[in-house]
Nanobody
């Protein structure tokens, strides 16, 4: 079964950190780039990070650049999103995604005092 399963979400205070994880199964994980998206209630889905197949190049939008870091472990079939200096505006459901293959069910991140 092709799937991505995210974990690591939760409630964190502004300025705090969280690391999200995503484990892949049922497909050749190392053959695909990986995206992390987020979607807040009433807002469009936003791409927050992208990493190439080998993990040698990453892309971030300005909204998270310098605060979020995407990484991957092709041996463990896992992708990660390290988030630092979190803001209330980062509150959303976060998804890992391989284009046209699979998207995870999402994990909730809430940034609030």
């Amino acid at each position: 079964q092709v799937q991505f399963v995210e974990s690591g979400g939760g409630l964190v205070q502004p300025g705090g950190s969280l690391t999200l994880s995503c484990v892949a199964s049922g497909f050749s994980f190392s053959s695909y780039p990986v995206n992390w998206y987020r979607q807040a209630p009433g807002k469009e889905r936003e791409l927050v990070a992208n990493i190439t197949r080998a993990g040698d190049n990453t892309i971030y939008p300005a909204s998270v650049h310098g605060r979020f870091t995407i990484s991957r472990d092709n041996v463990k079939n896992m992708a990660y999103l390290q988030m630092r200096h979190l803001k209330p505006g980062d509150t959303a459901v976060y998804y890992c995604d391989v284009p046209k293959v699979v998207r995870g069910q999402g994990t909730q991140v809430t940034v609030s005092s």
